[in-house]
C-alpha cells in the first residue's frame, strides 16, 4: 500500500497561483501513472490531470491551460502547478496512482484544500 501527503493548498484571490506537492511512500512510485483529483462541496472526486511513467500528460478540459502536473521519480513527488485560479476550482486536491481510467489504492491522503475567492 502506497501513501500519499498532499500539501501546498490555501486561500488566493481569483486570478492567483498556487502550486500543489504530493509526496508518495514506497519505492515503485516510478512505476506508476500519478493524478490529481479534486472535491468539491458537495461533489464526488473527479480527475484533474494525469502524468505518466513517460511524463506525458492528460489535463480535464477545465484544467487544461492554465494547470500543469509533473512529477519528480527521485523524490517520490508530483506536482500541480495552478495558475489564473477562478471559484470552480475551490475544493481538496488529492493524488493517487491510476490505472485503467481509476485511482488505483483506496485509501487516500488527507489531501489540501484550495480556496479561491472573488
Known amino acids: 500500500q502506497v501513501q500519499f501527503v498532499e500539501s501546498g493548498g490555501g486561500l488566493v484571490q481569483v486570478g492567483g497561483s498556487l502550486n500543489l506537492s504530493c509526496a508518495a511512500s514506497?519505492?515503485?512510485?516510478?512505476?506508476?501513472?500519478m493524478a490529481w483529483y479534486r472535491q468539491s462541496p458537495g461533489n464526488q472526486r473527479e480527475l484533474v490531470a494525469i502524468?505518466?511513467?513517460?511524463?506525458?500528460?492528460f489535463y480535464t478540459p477545465s484544467a487544461r491551460g492554465r494547470f500543469t502536473i509533473s512529477r519528480d521519480n527521485a523524490n517520490n513527488t508530483v506536482f500541480l502547478d495552478m495558475k489564473n485560479l477562478n471559484p470552480g476550482d475551490t475544493g481538496v486536491y488529492y493524488c493517487?496512482?491510476?490505472?485503467?481510467?481509476?485511482?488505483?489504492?483506496?485509501?487516500w491522503g488527507q489531501g489540501t484544500q484550495v480556496t479561491v475567492s472573488l
Open positions: 493517487n496512482a491510476i490505472r485503467r481510467g481509476r485511482h488505483w489504492f483506496d485509501v
Open positions: 502524468v505518466y511513467r513517460g511524463h506525458t500528460t
Open positions: 514506497g519505492s515503485s512510485f516510478s512505476s506508476y501513472d
